[in-house]
Each structure stands twice: as C-alpha cells, then as structure tokens.
C-alpha cells in the first residue's frame, strides 16, 4: 500500500468519526424535537406518558430523523469510495423506524409504555439494546447494498449493531457521553468499512 493510499484511508476514517461525532448527536436532538412535537399533536405535553399508539407514532418519526441524518453523511463520504446509492439513506430510515415500531408492539403486548424505557430518564441499557436491534436491522439491509462491491462486507452487519449499541451504552457513565458514543460508532463502523474494501477502492 503507498503511502498517500494510506493517507487517503486515514482521512476518510477520520472524516467518517468526525462527522458522526457532529451529525449524530445533532440528529438525536432533532428527533428529540420531532418526538415532542408529535407527542403535542396527540393532546400530551411533555411530562405525560401519552398512550401506546403515541408513543408508537412519535418514536417511528424520532428513529426515521436519526436514520436520516446519519444516512445523509454516510452516503455523502461513501460515494467518493463506490457508487453508493440514495437507498443507503432509506436503510437508516426504515431500519430505525421499523425497530422502534417492532419494539412498541412488544412493548404494548407486555403492558409497557416506550417513554419508561428512554434512557435519558432511566437505565440506559434496554434503550442501548433497542439501538443494537436498530443497528443490525440497518446493517443487514445496508449489506444487501455493500456485498455487491465486497465480499468482505458481512461484517458491516456486527460493526453497525456494535456501533449503535455501544453508543447509547456509554451514558451508564454520563448523558453527555452521548458524544463518545457518536464517536466510537464512527470509529467503529469507519475502521471496519476500510477494512471490508479493497485497497483499489481506497484509492478512488
């Protein structure tokens, strides 16, 4: 490997966690104001529980905002390395928003509502767990995209349910931990998509 290949793998890594560390916090605190302003629009204000087909809607809307701005920058780096389609942004989209709809329905059969779970207010690990499904869902959809381009790409599916996992798991220390979360998920995802590919693509 030549070394300005190397260069050029280093600066994509790096402009790959950067940007999670700015852009996934931004995007939680977006869909944090998406999912109040849903919640209003079923009657509730914000100290109250609402009911399960609320809190169903509002945390389908929360979880498409976060997949969309994160599928919005990764798609932007990506497409300097492969011909990354537009759906590589759908698959953050549909893989949170369809966890979040999956996890309420349990939820409401078990007789809990979602909004007990959020680990702003409560333990953090089920709400890191809900992440790590949202994780694999998006992985295993992002890999039908990946695998065409490299056959290494399998493991995008263990480094995007580690990564979101992890990045809720951290604030057992801190809610401002949030923010390394954010960076260990681009860290993580970032050495792993490096390396998934062939040195041919890193060169592009």
Known sequence: MTPEIKFKKKLFWLNWTLLSLAVIPISYLVSLLVVLLVHGAFGFNQLEGGTYLSQTVMQIAGGAVLGLGTGIY???????????????IYTLVIGFALTELIVCIILWQLNLNRYELRFIEFNPLPEALIFACAGLTTGLLQWLILKRHFSRSVYWIL??????GICVLVTLLSIWAFFIGALLYGA??????????PHKEAEK
């Open 159 to 164: 480094a995007s349910t580690l990564g979101w």
């Open 74 to 88: 990764q798609r932007s780096l990506l497409r300097k390395i492969f011909r990354a389609p537009s759906s590589w």
């Open 188 to 197: 993580i995802t970032g050495a792993t998509l490096l390396w998934i590919m």
